[in-house]
Nanobody, 126 residues
Framework: QVTLVESGGGLVQPGGSLRLSCAASGGTSDIGTMGWFRQGEEGKQREFVAAATRSTVNKYYSNSVKGRFTVSRDNTNTMVYLQMNDLKPEDTAVYYC??????????????????WGQGTQVIVSS
């Protein structure tokens, strides 16, 4: 059983920056791909944001955040970060940390996530 705990959300003005962190604990000896999804409105499907494979060998981004957000892992592979720059009001959402299954078909699909964090709120507003 893996537990994911996010931190770093908050209120920021348009054009500002935030850094989200996610710490994994329990069963972390062979954690592979980790990443971030977001949910803008309750009931709306969770949207893929970014992900990084083990040791950040490969990184993936949604088109909506490419060039503004950077995903990274630490050298223990138990942390995943999301540096968010040039934030826009449409980035407002609850951001969820995700640990993918060992074998997955698509980096974009929430159904390929094995564990979720509890979520951290990001509000971009003036």
């Amino acid at each position: 059983q893996v537990t994911l705990v996010e931190s770093g959300g908050g209120l920021v003005q348009p054009g500002g920056s935030l850094r989200l962190s996610c710490a994994a604990s329990g069963g972390t000896s062979d954690i592979g791909t980790m990443g971030w999804f977001r949910q803008g409105e309750e009931g709306k499907q969770r949207e893929f944001v970014a992900a990084a494979t083990r040791s950040t060998v490969n990184k993936y981004y949604s088109n909506s955040v490419k060039g503004r957000f950077t995903v990274s892992r630490d050298n223990t592979n138990t942390m995943v970060y999301l540096q968010m720059n040039d934030l826009k009001p449409e980035d407002t959402a609850v951001y969820y940390c995700a640990k993918y299954r060992a074998v997955y078909t698509s980096i974009l699909a929430a159904g390929n996530v094995e564990y979720w964090g509890q979520g951290t709120q990001v509000i971009v507003s003036s």
